[in-house]
């Protein structure tokens, strides 16, 4: 395939929150506490992942956090969480439509490095921590990602409440995976891969 047949398009994902809203304002509309830095883990719509051994590094945070657990359909991990005492504010989401809104009102997104899911995370310029991605194209999302300077990467479990606490806390760092995301971000995907579907169209008609 010649590379002029090729399009750097991002991947389409579905509409976000406005990012100018800021990220106390969404907490507060989804009725979670507001002035809380909030961390949300996802594992796709499976719930796949390390979740109970994750929060219990969590729990070596010093200031307290409000953790947001979305768990898709997974029922059993769902119940495993309700269980887990904590003494941050632990929050279970079963699966939901509004996970961009979940993930544009949280600081920080502890996840692996799925495709979709790093996209939607970009889109809503919320930095990422990545633990455990499969293996294989997830490493190179991972690796890719690091490289641009919007996420940070816990080789080991115990990593995650280090990585956290400089993210969380150093305002600086924090900005500049912020500011990094924005640069990356593809929003408007789906429109850009209409638009060239369309041209192409057009163009195939003229050569008829």
């Known amino acids: 395939m010649p590379i002029s047949q090729l399009f750097c398009t991002g991947i389409p994902i579905k509409s976000i929150p406005d990012v100018s809203v800021p990220r106390w304002k969404i907490r507060n509309d989804l009725h979670l506490k507001p002035d809380e830095k909030t961390v949300l883990i996802t594992g796709g719509g499976l719930g796949l992942g390390k979740y109970i051994e994750v929060l219990e590094k969590i729990e070596n945070l010093e200031d307290q956090v409000q953790v947001l657990c979305m768990t898709g359909t997974n029922k059993d991990l769902e119940q495993k969480i309700k269980n887990f005492t904590s003494k941050h504010r632990v929050h279970v ?11 544009r009102a949280s600081d920080i ?29 997830e490493e190179d999302n991972a690796k890719f990602l690091i490289d641009f300077g919007t996420a940070v990467k816990a080789e080991i ?11 969380l806390y150093d305002e600086k760092h924090y ?5 990094h995301a924005r640069k990356l971000k593809k929003p408007d995907a789906a429109k850009h891969i209409a638009y060239v579907i369309k041209k192409l169209e057009l163009a195939n008609q003229q050569i008829l």
Do not use: W
């Open 175 to 179: 900005n500049q995976l912020v500011n």
């Open 157 to 167: 479990i115990e990593d995650i409440p280090i990585l956290l606490e400089r993210m």
């Open 109 to 137: 997104i502890l996840s692996k490095a799925g495709g979709l899911t790093m996209a939607e995370a970009l889109a809503c310029e919320t930095p990422i921590l990545i633990y455990e991605p499969v293996p294989g194209h």
């Open 93 to 103: 989401i079963s699966y939901t439509d509004r996970f961009t809104d979940y993930l």
